[in-house]
């Protein structure tokens, strides 16, 4: 069995609602924990990836999102998501270690009289 692992280096995720997000190593830390959960009981992984959920699209995203995503980025202050799409949007960030767009980082640099 392969599993690939896909994020995009500078893209981060936003709850449209709230406007709290999380930054691409939260993403990176989601998909290598499918990873781990593949090596750790390959029966189970196959066995929640084809099982469907209305709110996680599948029981592995909410395996995934509880036990690796959500604990790492609660420590980091980051947005802790309780679906897996809905109400979500990419937002492109400026490394792959915080949430901050471009836009943010102007209107903080504004802010302080940065700019």
């Known amino acids: 069995m392969f599993q690939s692992v896909y994020f995009d280096t500078d893209r981060g995720l936003e709850e449209t609602a709230t406007g709290s997000a999380f930054s691409p190593d ?26 469907t959920d209305t709110v996680w699209k599948n029981l592995e995203e909410k395996e995934t999102t509880a036990k ?19 109400g979500f949007k990419s937002i492109k960030t400026i490394n792959s270690i915080n949430a901050i767009t471009s836009s943010n980082l102007f209107n903080i640099m504004r802010s302080i009289g940065g700019f």
Do not use: C, W
């Not at 993403?27 to 099982?51: C, M, W, Y």
């Open 26 to 51: 939260v993403a990176s830390v989601h998909e290598l924990g499918h990873i781990q959960n593949a090596i750790d009981s390959p029966q189970d992984f196959i066995k929640r990836r084809n099982t």
């Open 68 to 86: 690796y995503e959500v604990p790492y980025a609660a420590s980091r202050g980051m947005l802790q998501r309780s679906s897996y799409s809905k």
